[in-house]
């Protein structure tokens, strides 16, 4: 059966031009697979026996994306491709690099550097379906199978065992042997894969469909080449429910919420995650745990610990996670938890909507007392004032009604160092 993709006009035009030329051209990897999968793909990358000088002499506006490797960009209307010329990576140095790489007129050489037999096929509308190892067998089947020897690939470049499982979560396949055999065996190997890229694909697997198949990286050994902190957790506990948005600090807050959200901070600082998601998981992770309250008032108390969006993403967690949660060890240190019913995370929802609709006083910003009243009412700048502020603060979340300029400056202390008259 002869297989027809459908190739956008922009890679085409490319292609037919690379044709032209005298060169063979073809789609190749990611979008191949994507495209026989009957996804969209969201790059098209070209492949070509053209070297690097004359892709750049035949398009004559392009930009060099990866020149050391044989990549330049072209730009059809606002999207870019990337041509790569055929190329055999030479000996790797350093289980993730290859020393250098050397152009080849022969596409299955390129082929065949490719990781998984998956990612290994290309495509062109004159030649149809290129595929010398089997890839389209193996995607019927649901397998993610290494190009060749399985021990030698990963010995190269070891982030191909993370990517192995990342593929398997997104697409929902399985692993074949060998390639697990091999995956388990080099597992130590991942320590010279930069904490970046081990963060991307760990990242990349919490934001697919199957978020659980992180539970993999601790049966399959690889858990302390992530990182120690990581390597503590138990993965039997490991839940991470799939309805969850598909945001960064929601998926690797649902992972990590059984360590203290100290120990998931210094996880993702390791990892060398963004600070913003550091700070927002650590938040996250933290008040899990603990109740939100059912009156007004408490809940107007935890609202006032985070951002409205980051409230909003806890109530979700806790709605998403709770009942998977219900009956769980707790985690060492922490008060007992007994997770918000269904029922109660429903009145808090409630709750949340009324307090917010009425505008109550929620964090400084709309406390009816600033820094400025309080210098004006003899008090002098500094920490002191910013105590009596938070107190100001805790009085109001309590009490809502007392939100007024007025009546907040009568409950400032009159013994509080004033200034000097
Ligand atoms: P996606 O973009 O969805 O992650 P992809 O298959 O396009 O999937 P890329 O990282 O964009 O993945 O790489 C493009 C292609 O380059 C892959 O399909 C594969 O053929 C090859 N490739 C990428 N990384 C490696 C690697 N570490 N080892 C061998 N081949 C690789
Ligand atoms: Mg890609």
Not at 268 to 273: T, V
Not at 322 to 341: C, D, H, I, L, Q
């Amino acid at each position: 059966m002869s297989v027809v993709i459908h190739v956008p006009r922009g890679a085409e035009e490319i292609i037919e031009k690379l044709n032209d030329h005298g060169f063979e051209a073809y789609v190749v990897g990611g979008c191949v697979r994507d495209s026989l999968l009957g996804k969209e793909p969201e790059d098209w990358d070209i492949t070509t026996s053209a070297k690097p000088e004359q892709v750049k002499e035949i398009f004559g506006r392009t930009i060099d994306t990866g020149i050391k490797h044989g990549t330049v960009t072209i730009m059809r209307g606002r999207k870019g491709y990337e041509v790569t010329t055929f190329r055999i990576d030479g000996e790797y140095e350093d289980g993730r690099h290859p020393r250098s790489v050397e152009f080849t007129s022969s596409l299955i050489e390129d082929l065949k550097r490719r990781d998984f037999t998956i990612n290994a096929m290309a495509y062109c509308e004159q030649t149809g379906l290129v595929d010398v190892f089997g890839g389209l067998k193996d995607l019927e089947d649901r397998r993610i199978c290494c190009v060749g020897n399985a021990y030698d690939r990963f010995t190269e470049d070891a982030l191909r065992i993370l990517r192995a499982l990342r593929f398997s979560a997104q697409l929902g396949f399985g692993i074949e042997k060998k390639t697990e055999t091999a995956l388990r065996e080099l597992a130590s190997n991942l320590h010279k894969v930069s904490r970046e890229r081990v963060q991307a694909e760990l990242t990349r697997l919490l934001l697919s469909k199957r978020p659980d198949t992180v539970r993999k990286v601790f049966e399959w050994g690889l858990s302390p080449y992530v990182s120690a902190a990581f390597a503590e957790m138990d993965a039997a506990r490991i839940s991470i429910n799939p309805q969850l948005p598909a945001v960064k600090h929601m998926r690797w807050a649902a992972c990590l919420r059984q360590l203290s959200a100290q120990k998931a901070a210094q996880v993702l600082r390791e990892l060398k995650l963004d600070n913003d998601t550091i700070s927002r998981v650590k938040i996250l992770v933290e008040w899990w745990d603990q109740p939100v309250g059912t009156k007004e008032a408490d809940i107007r108390r935890t609202m006032s610990r985070m951002s409205p969006e980051l409230y909003d993403d806890l109530l979700e967690m806790k709605e998403l996670c709770a009942a998977e949660t219900r009956g769980e060890p707790f985690r060492e240190g922490t008060r007992n938890f007994v997770p918000e019913t269904p029922e109660e995370l429903c009145d808090i929802r409630h709750h949340t909507e009324t307090i917010r609709t009425r505008g109550d006083c929620i964090s400084l910003k709309t406390l009816a007392v600033t820094g400025a009243d309080l210098i004006q009412a003899g008090m002098s700048p500094g920490k002191e004032m910013g105590h009596v502020l938070e107190r100001l603060l805790e009085l109001v979340l309590e009490r809502p009604e007392l939100n007024t300029r007025e009546r907040l400056l009568k409950e400032v202390p009159t013994t509080i160092s004033k200034k000097p008259t």
